[in-house]
């Protein structure tokens, strides 16, 4: 299948049986399909490692047979509902709680099948692939400091009060260019500074060291779309 093929042809062949151009369509939304997961989740969900990332795959391959032409939305908008929606049954079976909508804000959104993609769609396609790639270098740059994603999915802060102050310790670090060098030449966190800086005790600190190391190394380099998910804005400040 030719890269360049267009969206809109290649969903209409993998309506009509072609599994090359369905394979290439999957292949094609992946990022898009990872960024509704793991908004849904409330935490970054990886391709290979996390459940969510296969309910989200075979919940987009439903939607390309669940698509139908003319009903005047578009087909990402009904791929993330049913993505949204695969999730929320993932999890009432697992029991698990997790950051997902309501099943009554589901309910209200559209399921009518689509139009061929627009320019706005295909935007957002290439936005959830430089998405994608940030997530990789991120990836990368944690490793450096012997942490893996799946590490800050075990060890993050399971109340909000204790994520906040978790954050507010990692602003500090990466306000600091003091703290900030020691953390990227030392790969450890700042631990005696940062207990005279913020009014969190060293062992609080240390258990979430993973946790704050991670959102301090987001903070301080340039990833302007995940500093997002932990209410930081594009231009570096914090949102309202």
Partial sequence: MPPEADPNQLLLQAKEGD???????????????????SRATGRFIHLGEDDEASIGLMAFNEAIDSFRPGRGSSFLTLAETIIRRRLVDYFRREGRHRRVLSLQVLEQETAAAVDPLGGEEINLVHEMADRRREIERYREE???????????VKGSPQHQDARDRALAAARVVAANPLLSQYLRERKALPLKALEKSVAISRK???????????????????????ASYIGQNKRGGQDA
């Fill in 204 to 226: 609080t600190l240390e258990r979430h060291r993973k946790y704050i190391i991670a959102a301090a190394v987001m903070l301080i380099g340039d990833y302007e779309y995940l």
């Fill in 19 to 37: 599994p090359g151009a369905r394979e290439e369509l999957i292949h094609r939304f992946t990022p898009f399909i990872l960024a509704v997961t």
């Fill in 142 to 152: 944690l490793a450096g400091f012997g942490i893996t994603l799946a590490d800050l």
